[in-house]
T-cell receptor, first 113, second 114 residues
Framework: AAGVIQSPRHLIKEKRETATLKCYPI?????VYWYQQGPGQDPQFLIS???????DKGSIPDRFSAQQFSDYHSELNMSSLELGDSALYFC????????????FGQGTRLTVV | AQSVTQLDSQVPVFEEAPVELRCNYS??????LFWYVQYPNQGLQLLLK??????LVESINGFEAEFNKSQTSFHLRKPSVHISDTAEYFC????????????FGSGTRLSIRP
């Protein structure tokens, strides 16, 4: 079965650079969530989208922005990167009508040096 | 709002011993409950879920969890663990209405000793 696809899987950036993370949800899933998991931490909710509109917002820094496109894929844009942004970034998708669990991608490991 | 508390940050057990990972939640609305497992350097995998119906749910690899509404708990159990069960386990909660976000507990690291 198709799963949530995230790209890239690994990314190394320098401080003050920008990064773009991509997420391709499971077909027919209309909701996308982004999470950040720091080393030894639990996943923290950043932001979610439903039908291309922001549906909820968590602890997402102002330096980050995200959007969901017409094909339902989503991108997380991160600017002025800081060392503390180094983390595993997960995307998850779900279908609002079915309203069950969210399915997670394998994550993008971002390292800021 | 919902919250999840995992009471144990680490649980060391011997191989073939039983284990229980504790999880309590707080919510003013009805919820769905989940256990996710994360193996080293990997993503989050859904282990089992409670949506409705039977309060005892099971996974394909021998884990089970019981939803206890009166105690607001969703403890994870396995009667006999294997070395391959070594991982981080996250309990998670989601409001059952609409596509609300999943909120994770702080995780429990299960380490299996031979």
């Amino acid at each position: 079965a198709a799963g949530v696809i995230q790209s890239p899987r690994h990314l190394i950036k320098e401080k003050r650079e920008t990064a773009t993370l991509k997420c391709y949800p499971i077909p027919r899933h209309d909701t996308v969530y982004w999470y950040q998991q720091g080393p030894g931490q639990d996943p923290q909710f950043l932001i979610s989208f439903y039908e291309k509109m922001q549906s909820d917002k968590g602890s997402i820094p102002d330096r980050f922005s995200a959007q969901q496109f017409s094909d339902y894929h989503s991108e997380l844009n991160m600017s002025s990167l800081e060392l503390g942004d180094s983390a595993l970034y997960f995307c998850a998708s779900s279908n609002r009508v079915l309203n069950t669990e969210a399915f997670f991608g394998q994550g993008t490991r971002l390292t800021v040096v | 709002a919902q919250s999840v508390t995992q009471l144990d940050s680490q649980v060391p057990v011997f191989e073939e011993a039983p284990v229980e990972l504790r999880c309590n939640y707080s919510s003013s609305v009805s919820v769905y409950l989940f256990w996710y497992v994360q193996y080293p350097n990997q993503g989050l995998q859904l282990l089992l879920k409670y949506l409705s119906g039977s309060t005892l749910v099971e996974s394909i690899n021998g884990f089970e969890a019981e939803f206890n509404k009166s105690q607001t708990s969703f403890h994870l159990r396995k009667p006999s663990v294997h070395i391959s069960d070594t991982a981080e386990y996250f309990c998670a909660v989601k409001a059952s209405s609409s596509a609300s976000k999943i909120i994770f507990g702080s995780g429990t690291r299960l380490s299996i000793r031979p």
